[in-house]
């Protein structure tokens, strides 16, 4: 049974400053988080997390080509 593709969303922390989560919840209620901080953190928490999304929705999209004739 193929799953619904993880959502990866960016969220600020709110215990500490200048920290970035970027985070998803699996379809069994695990959770993933990465922590960025430091310089960039919030660029880099952004930049991570369209990567991620990417790479989710590529695993359940199917394209089919078409040759020419």
């Known amino acids: 049974m193929k799953t619904a593709p993880?959502?990866?969303d960016?969220?600020?922390?709110?215990l500490?400053?200048?920290?970035?989560?970027?985070e998803a919840v699996g379809?069994?209620?695990e959770v993933?988080?990465?922590?960025?901080s430091g310089p960039s953190a919030k660029e880099r928490a952004i930049e991570?997390?369209?990567w991620?999304?990417?790479i989710e929705e590529s695993t359940t999209r199917?394209?089919?080509?078409?040759?020419?004739?």
Do not use: C, M
């Open 48 to 50: 991570y997390a369209a």
């Open 6 to 8: 993880l959502r990866f």
């Open 32 to 36: 993933y988080v990465a922590v960025f």
């Open 10 to 14: 960016i969220a600020e922390s709110t």
């Open 52 to 54: 991620k999304n990417r």
């Open 27 to 29: 379809p069994d209620g």
């Open 16 to 22: 500490y400053t200048d920290h970035w989560h970027v």
């Open 62 to 69: 199917v394209q089919v080509i078409r040759g020419t004739s």
